[in-house]
């Protein structure tokens, strides 16, 4: 009985660390998928102009996004929830965080 109780939680114990392993690499995927989305943006945006830039629309859930063009305007995908004002110069582009 002590060592079928021993397996289960060697086990359990084994499946939740995978899990959260796994939670992490994809966090990291998805996070530099996000910066290489961002810098094919910023190229666009200088080869294009400022007026041509076309953002992916908002999934609905993840990051909030927030372009801050080389002129100072800002864009957001379409259908993601407004951001609160950014204090960054012209031309840096920068991953909003999330609201607390």
């Known amino acids: 009985m002590i060592?079928?109780?021993a397996i289960a939680v060697?086990?359990?114990v084994a499946f939740q660390?995978?899990?959260e392993l796994l939670g992490w690499e994809l966090r990291d995927t998805a996070e530099n998928q996000l910066r290489?989305?961002?810098r094919v943006l910023a190229t666009t945006a200088e080869r294009a102009g400022l007026a041509q830039v076309q953002l992916p629309p908002y999934p609905g859930s993840g990051r909030l996004v927030?372009?801050?063009l080389p002129?100072?305007?800002t864009r957001t995908p379409a259908g993601q929830p407004?951001?609160?004002?950014?204090?960054s110069t012209p031309g840096a582009w920068r991953r909003a965080r999330r609201p607390t």
Request: aromatic fraction near 4%; charge should be negative; proline fraction near 8%.
């Open 66 to 68: 927030r372009v801050i």
């Open 10 to 12: 060697s086990v359990f």
């Open 71 to 73: 002129d100072g305007s």
């Open 3 to 5: 060592a079928a109780t």
């Open 36 to 38: 290489a989305d961002s």
């Open 82 to 87: 407004a951001l609160p004002p950014s204090a």
């Open 17 to 19: 660390v995978a899990s």
